[in-house]
């Protein structure tokens, strides 16, 4: 019984019960068609069956309706699949040739296919209609198939011939190869310059599903592996049935059902994979299978061609890019131009959606950011410094390799760049910047794409960076330099503002606006210890203020910072006041409840105690390192007497006693006497540092012919020269050099005229007030002494008036001179009211004083200053209620004329020969310096790093000259001069030294000193020295 096409048998389903009478015509004319019709959904399902159709398969409507093609057609599926889905996508007819295997006979049916459109124009499902095939029939789609597959070849060779580019001949490959095989994604995997791994060269996507590129694989233990390996193709049918490598799994989830993998060979083996992927089970049989490995045999030797050309032009263009770089390196020394064009080159060879450049301080740990390519991609914050410990940096630096971070998102090496990932980087390589074999920095390209950079990646920036890391370190070098300089100027600015203002205010707003030009900060003070409250008093603040703060004026000494920097006698870094794991103290939690982060603790020292902190604040972190802690130092050390002084003008200004002019000359002469300390402590540094600066520069010069590199250097030289010049005029400035003013001394005359000088006081002032003081005195014949007579008077006059001053009623001064074989002393004794221990421990400390608001605090300071600087001592003893006695010694003069020696007679023609010299010097860049100086002039050298390493080398072997470093920890080198003269009369010795201060002609001959060597020292010199003392 026929039944009607609206009411099947099938599962009781109408079908297109709601459609128009047209459309139930076409089902019912369909539904007695003697050929097996078929309607399918647009996923493959099928939703109707004609009775020819069930007699084909030999099934019930209700047995097929519901079923998918691949499932009703098993083996055969893969052409009604490939015909279903062009009538899906192109909106058109379609067909082909199927061979059916029922009931154990092979029957061959021509299929067509056709869409049916919804109102809106779309499909709604596909009908398929069989017809029996004659055998002459199938032979002729077969010719057509096999010219097809001829033509096809034939335009895969065209485009071979036609495009050397690799990219656009994948691309032209698969829409061609498309043509003859159906498929859903085609994807090339090329083998890597190690030949471990298979990176994805070529991914072609197309259907439902959004593929992503596929990750690089290992030539070991993967399924394209196996393929290039075995160099045999390999098919998967069905995914959901069977698979055979772990990859299978993911590819499963994405939908992949069926999958080919062919090798790519050629006359030198295997290069790659060409596998075609399909959301279909079985759609890859052997005709699929066998042109596709006659299309990949014809693809392989173009694809090998085409990426040996693509290596060359890349090559080419590293080479232009190359010598790009090299020649702004040799003609710019300005850092920032330098990091602009290599940015700008890199980009044209590496694709990367941002770069930046830091160099490390390895002694520090801490790295800073010296560039940045202004296009920020991610929206990351600037961070001009930070610690690199537990980093990515910190690996990189210390194993001196390229680290590459593939995809972040799946491996999160180091925690430190989760800020990266959360700001939409994916990949990330970092190449060391290293000059003289050790990493100072390194160049950083970030992507937000992953698996961004590879082996090629890694070959072109480490080519690249290689020429520009000494490029770098030169140009820094030569912005040290001018920071050097900078500081230098800057230093002598604040000595400008010491000498031109008292006014404490003013010296420190003033000062703050020299600081600000070298280190930036959001907020500066200056803490001085108040010793009698115990307290630290904020006496400066500048900058952000908030009402927090303002109100804050003193702190308990024992639990604030500055006792940290009493006890400890260092500054203090904090680098990140939420993270640091430096000290903490009450005031760091109002710190930053106020906003900073980053701060810098420096102490301010008198006489060697610390008097109270200068310190700077930023609201950024990691703002302070070890660059800002020298600098802020230094500083510091040039604002201590300005400090001090400034107070104690502002108390000498208050007094009006007779006084006054006397104890500001001492002031005068105490800032001044500060200062050149100060100074000669910075030149030191200073010129120890030219000194390698100058020296390695003009050993470079003597070593390089190339003019372009010259003139750069030549440009480093006289930076360097015109720095040394700065220290010059600081020192000259200060006029360190006081001994120079020394002459003989009469003590017994110097003790006479002070009594008649300070007559006034213990007489006619003593009388007014109904005082009698009795002056006397005991002179002996006493030896003449050497000094600044001026200076000494004014001491001993200080001396006698504080004495009368401690008279309370009547008493009795007295003056006593005597002697001992090396020291003259005199001595002051008095009957006033003495002092108790804790006030004559105190005695000497600037600003203390025992006379109130009468006294200023700096008498005995500036004595003990003076006495000191004259080689003496001054010592007091005191009991309360008796009286007290000042002691004080000085050396004898030396009465006779210095004999100079006689010149050792040359044990040998010295002429055209090279010397054996031994070096002693601490500091290894100046040691290694003038080593290299002294080697140009061909002269043989050994090194010794300290004073007994250098006694021991000239007990080994037979030197010619001993230069020796001045100041050296442990043997110093007037030590090491002594010594080397006691085990050889004749041996020439030269002085090397860095302080600001003239060795006089009695030191060197007492020292057994031959010559003096200032720092820096020019080459030229160097090497005459040397040849003057050789020729005798």
Known sequence: MVESPNKRRAGGRDYDTDESNGANALAQALDVSHEPVYIYDTQGKCVWVNRS???????????????????????QSRFQITAWRRVIDAIESSS?????????????????IFPVMDDDGNVKSVVSIGRPFEDREVLQYENQMRGAELDLIQEISSIITSSHEIGELYERFAIEFKRLVDFD???????????????????SSKGPHKMAAADSVPVEKSGMGAVMRNQATLVENDLKVHRLFAVDEELLAEGIRAIIRIPLVTRNGAIGVMALDSYHPNAFGPREQAAAERLAAQIAPAIENARLYQEAQEFTKELEVIDEIAALVTSSLRIE?????????????????????????????????????????????RRDSWPIKNTATQKMIDECETLIEPDLSQELRFETDRVLLDAGVRSII???????????????????????????????????????????????????????????????????????????????????????????????TVILVDEEADEAVVTYAAGISPDSLRNIVRRPLRTSHVQWLKDHRDSLVVEDLQLSEAPRFPEDDLMMEAGFRSGIRVPLRNKNQVIGSFTLWSKNPGMYGSREKRIVGRLAAQIEPAIENAHLYEEVEQTLNTLRTTQEQMMRMERLRAMGELSRGVAHDLNNTLSAILGRTQILINQITDETHLKSLRIVEQAAQDSAQVVKRILKFTKLDDNSEFEDVDVNKLVTDVIELTRH?????????????????????????RGNYSELREVLTNLVINAYEAIEGNGTIELQTSSSADYVRISLRDTGRGMTPEVREKLFNPYFTTKGSEGNGIGTTVSQAIITQHGGTIEVESEFGVGTTFNISLPIADETDAVAQDAPEESQEKEGKVASILVVEDDAAIRETLSEMLELGGHSITLAENGEEGLK??????????????????????????????????????????????ISQEEMEENCVDEVLPKPFDIDFVLDLVQRIVEG
């Not at 199927?98 to 029957?107: L, Q």
């Not at 006081?761 to 002494?785: C, F, I, Y």
């Not at 000239?954 to 001045?966: G, M, S, W």
């Open 953 to 998: 080398r000239f007990k080994e072997a037979h030197f010619d000259i001993v230069f020796t470093d001045l100041g050296m920890p442990g043997i110093s080198g007037w030590e090491v001069a002594r010594a080397v003269r006691n085990m050889r009369e004749d041996i020439p010795i030269v002085m090397v030294t860095g302080w600001g201060v003239g």
């Open 761 to 785: 006081k213990w007489t006619n002032e003593a009388q007014s007030k109904g005082q009698v003081v009795e002056m006397s005195t005991k002179l002996r014949d006493v030896p003449h002494t």
């Open 53 to 75: 159709g069930e007699n084909l398969l030999q099934m019930e409507a209700k047995d097929v309706i519901g079923r998918y093609i691949f499932e009703l057609f098993p083996g």
């Open 185 to 203: 994604r085609m994807v090339f995997m090329e083998m890597d310059d190690d030949g471990e791994n298979l990176t994805p060269a070529f991914v």
């Open 96 to 112: 082909f040739i199927s061979e059916i295997t029922i009931g154990g006979e092979a029957r061959k049916f021509q299929t067509s």
């Open 337 to 381: 131009e330098v990091y602009e064009k290599l940015a700008s080159e890199i980009g044209r060879l590496v694709e990367f959606d941002r770069m930046s450049i830091i160099l490390v301080d390895t002694e520090s740990g801490i790295a800073s950011q010296e560039y940045a390519t202004q296009s920020n991609e991610f929206g990351l914050e």
């Open 430 to 524: 970092r190449v060391p910047l290293a000059s003289n074999e050790r990493a100072i920095g390194g160049l950083a390209l970030q992507c937000r794409l992953p698996n961004a950079f590879g082996p090629r990646e890694r070959r072109v920036l480490e080519r690249l960076v290689a020429q520009i890391a000494p490029g770098i370190e030169n140009a820094r070098l030569y912005q040290e330099t001018r920071e050097r300089a900078r500081e230098l100027q800057v230093i002598d600015d604040i000595a400008t503002i010491m000498t031109s203002s008292l006014h404490t205010e003013e010296v420190y707003e003033r000062f703050a606006s020299e600081v600000k030009k070298l280190v930036d900060f959001d907020r500066i």
